[in-house]
């Protein structure tokens, strides 16, 4: 998780890496702890929990995102179509 975040040429806020390692440590505790004694390869229970918190941050993206479309697309029912104005008004 660090070394991808290291390696990434993308422009980063602290914010986003600690949401991003945060997802991946969570999930792979909740993913060993409930696996542990699945299990009998050891190698096997840690490719798991690696695997799980791998995908973990883009799960979490992509659940964010879902989750803010659905909040806009219902804002847009609510008020009519009519979101937050953008830009300036034109004078007359």
């Known amino acids: 998780m660090t070394a991808r975040i290291l390696l990434s040429s993308d422009p980063v806020t602290f914010g986003f890496v600690l949401r991003r390692f945060l997802a991946a440590a ?3 505790a909740i993913v060993g702890l409930a696996t542990k004694d699945h299990f009998q390869s050891t190698g096997l229970w840690l ?10 941050p883009e799960v979490a993206d992509y659940f964010l995102r ?27």
């Not at 803010?68 to 007359?92: I, N």
């Open 66 to 92: 879902y989750v803010k479309a659905k909040g806009e697309q219902k804002l847009k029912e609510v008020t009519g179509g009519k979101g937050k104005a953008k830009g300036k008004k034109k004078r007359k």
């Open 26 to 28: 969570i999930t792979a």
């Open 47 to 56: 490719a798991t929990v690696g695997g799980a918190g791998y995908a973990a």
